[in-house]
């Protein structure tokens, strides 16, 4: 019996006696790794099929690994190093010697890159469509409520009217950016390292295509160093996750902003808010601090990925193993904010006179005065000085209103013409839902 049926390592052969306890706490990774189970279950099927296609198994052989395969589950207590560890423990549980015979022509290293790569594909497919969630929230909020009026910022100071679909239409686009990122990241993933073993391949009679065809995978790997050391996908969704996490902060932001009592100009819904476990009157923005407070630990994780891989040489280093909590997290609070941003726009109340008073406050009008008097002939910057000097002086103007100041805006992307664009994101969200889930 070998060292691995007692339950010792799957290297066992060349060093002897047992790990030291603290060496193994400290090289383990099932507490992290299990998550790949059913992505490392598929692709050791694709493996096994693909070795009884080629004759380095026999084809019973290789039927009986894939109903053991389907088998596999992580066990109470396991204490295995790693999941693909823990896989072949149990086949070799399952079959004996027929189990024994399921790593030929593989390495841990391409098999936990593949395992790693179908987990990231089925992830960035999930972050595209939560995405596509908060943007149909937006949206249909822009809808019912997108006619009020506020005065839009620059500087946090009031700049001038647009109505709220143009507003809550502006986060919309900036998630639509971010579907585009998961996609990329969804296709960078989208490669099958198996085959290229440990790092330099097999002299067995190996078929990369077919295994890679079989995952549904886009194709194979096309240099087998590369294969096993490559791990641009990982920093690729790790960044698509910063950045559509840095816009959750900022819608985050506005939430904290809107729903204060110095502006008053939204409500959260109660369910979403908390409260003060010492001042009975608070109402918190929490789930909103949260969306905000997350997007700093997430820009940490991809600069902690992108730190780990720089000084490595050529080819798998163990470093690598670093690579997985911190995709799992980043993933696990992007799916999170986006979720929590979606019911706290569902249930929003706005103050809708409030926005409305702050707009038309007979400043933010300020600019349309003076194109005004540009349209009777003044020259801009002079036009810009009186309406200053007539603002300094007291001045409100009640005309034009925001509302027509507003429809005076009807270019292209221009807040006049928001119900357009409300139509192009209508249809964009219905693009995003029609796209086809990953085969596994
Ligand atoms: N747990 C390891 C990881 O996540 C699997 C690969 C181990 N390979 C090795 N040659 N030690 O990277």
């Known amino acids: 019996m070998g060292e691995h049926e007692a339950g010792g390592p799957l290297w066992a052969g060349r060093l002897e006696g047992g790990l030291h306890p603290d060496v193994l706490a400290l090289t383990q990774s099932l507490d992290i790794d299990r998550r790949l189970l059913p992505y490392d279950v598929a692709a050791s099927k694709a493996h096994v099929r693909m070795l009884g296609r080629q004759g380095i198994i026999s084809t019973d052989d290789a039927a009986a690994i894939v109903q053991a395969l389907a088998l596999v589950a992580i066990d109470e207590g396991a204490t295995d190093e790693d999941v693909h560890s823990l896989i072949e423990r149990q086949l070799v549980a399952q079959l004996g010697d027929v189990g024994r015979r399921v790593h030929a022509g593989r390495s841990r290293n391409d098999q936990v890159v593949t395992a790693f790569r179908l987990w990231c594909r089925a992830h960035a497919f999930a972050l595209i469509q939560a995405t596509a969630d908060l943007q149909a929230i937006l949206v249909e909020r822009a809808q019912t409520d997108g006619a009020a009026v506020l005065p839009a910022f620059t500087h946090l100071q009031r700049a001038q009217p647009v109505p709220l679909a143009h507003h809550l239409a502006a986060h919309v686009w900036s998630l639509q950016r971010d579907i585009g990122r998961f996609q990329a990241a969804q296709h960078a993933a989208d490669v099958s390292p198996l085959g290229a073993g440990a790092l330099a391949g097999s002299s067995l009679p190996l078929d990369p295509v077919g295994v890679a065809a079989e995952l549904g995978m886009a194709s194979a790997f096309t240099n087998s160093l590369d ?52 001042m009975p009157q608070k109402k918190n923005p929490d789930v909103a601090e949260l969306a905000r407070g997350r997007a700093g630990t997430a820009i940490g994780r991809l600069t902690g990925l992108l ?53 038309a406050d007979g400043t933010t009008v300020a600019t349309d005065v003076a194109e005004g008097l540009v349209r009777e002939g003044m020259p801009f910057r002079d036009a810009h000085s009186e309406v200053a000097n007539r603002i300094a002086a007291g001045e409100r103007f009640d005309s034009p209103t925001p509302e027509e100041a507003i429809a005076a805006r009807k270019g292209p992307g221009m807040p006049g013409v928001v119900s357009e664009q409300l139509v192009a994101l209508e249809a964009l969200i219905a693009t995003t839902r029609a796209l086809n889930a990953p085969s596994l």
């Not at 969704?237 to 506005?254: N, T």
């Not at 009592?261 to 959260?268: H, I, R």
């Not at 050529?314 to 019911?343: I, M």
């Open 227 to 278: 294969a096993v050391s490559d791990r641009d996908f990982a920093v690729d969704l790790l960044y698509a996750c910063a950045l559509c996490l840095v816009h959750c902060s900022r819608m985050g932001e506005e939430l904290i902003l809107w729903t204060s009592q110095e502006f008053g100009w939204a409500a959260l819904a109660d369910d979403v808010a908390t409260g003060s476990s010492m």
């Open 307 to 359: 730190a780990t891989l720089k000084g490595l040489p050529l080819t798998y280093n163990r470093d690598l193993q670093e690579d997985k909590q911190c995709v799992f997290e980043q993933v696990d609070a992007t799916l999170g904010v986006l979720r929590l941003l979606s019911l706290a726009y569902q249930g929003l109340s706005f103050e809708v006179a409030t926005m409305r008073a702050a707009a």
